[in-house]
T-cell receptor
Framework: DGGITQSPKYLFRKEGQNVTLSCEQN?????MYWYRQDPGQGLRLIYY???????QKGDIAEGYSVSREKKESFPLTVTSAQKNPTAFYLC????????????????FGAGSRLTVL | LAKTTQPISMDSYEGQEVNITCSHN???????ITWYQQFPSQGPRFIIQ???TKVTNEVASLFIPADRKSSTLSLPRVSLSDTAVYYC??????????????FGTGTRLQVTL
């Protein structure tokens, strides 16, 4: 079955460490997104990518970095510059080439929960 | 980019119809309206999408007035399992363009017996 795989599901980080969250999709989608969700809050956009080797900052990109070397993969690095990284991170993808139903219909992964010790 | 506004929370009894309204006053011509449902510690999942008038599927209906400045998600006869957070998303759907898809705060629906 096609879908999005995020790993790890749970991650603990010491202050000052960089960590990388993995996001892999086998849906052949061009566009991929990273969101952050804090307890009881909505989703905030970190970065998104329209195509390989291209990505755009979202609303809260500071302290994060991404790469898009392959269509299937969009890893997110939480750097030590992110002062409050404890959150639930969600990766998603869409297929803008499918018109309305493709462009706005995000498929999400199961999420990665990051805790800073 | 169209900003969305929803009620923070709603309560309902099981078996009732629930209507959740989303305001998007500056919606653009190329924008479609999409609704998602999210359970705790899971990613949101697609419920329904529309551009204008009414759309219905097996789980919900979506009502969009002519001016498209708002939309209403209607859930018929809710059950306890419909307790979740519901988000409306407004985004550009020009073919081949991935837009900056930004979620609002969502509406937390609590269904009780």
């Amino acid at each position: 079955d096609g879908g999005i795989t995020q790993s790890p599901k749970y991650l603990f980080r010491k202050e000052g460490q960089n960590v990388t969250l993995s996001c892999e999709q086998n849906l052949n989608h061009d566009a991929m997104y990273w969101y952050r969700q804090d307890p009881g809050q909505g989703l905030r956009l970190i970065y998104y990518s329209q195509i390989v080797n291209d990505f755009q900052k979202g609303d809260i990109a500071e302290g994060y970095s991404v790469s898009r070397e392959k269509k299937e993969s969009f890893p997110l690095t939480v750097t030590s510059a992110q002062k409050n990284p404890t959150a639930f991170y969600l990766c998603a993808s869409t297929d803008p080439g499918q018109g309305a139903h493709g462009a706005n219909v995000l498929t999400f992964g199961a999420g990665s929960r990051l805790t800073v010790l | 980019l169209a900003k969305t506004t929803q009620p923070i929370s709603m309560d309902s009894y099981e078996g009732q119809e629930v209507n959740i309204t989303c305001s998007h006053n500056n919606i653009a011509t190329n924008d479609y309206i999409t609704w998602y449902q999210q359970f705790p510690s899971q990613g949101p999942r697609f419920i329904i999408q529309g551009y204008k008038t009414k759309v219905t599927n097996e789980v919900a209906s979506l009502f969009i007035p002519a001016d498209r400045k708002s939309s209403t998600l209607s859930l018929p006869r809710v059950s306890l399992s419909d307790t979740a957070v519901y988000y409306c998303l407004v985004g550009d759907v020009r073919t081949g363009t991935a837009s900056k898809l930004t979620f609002g705060t969502g509406t937390r629906l609590q269904v009780t017996l």
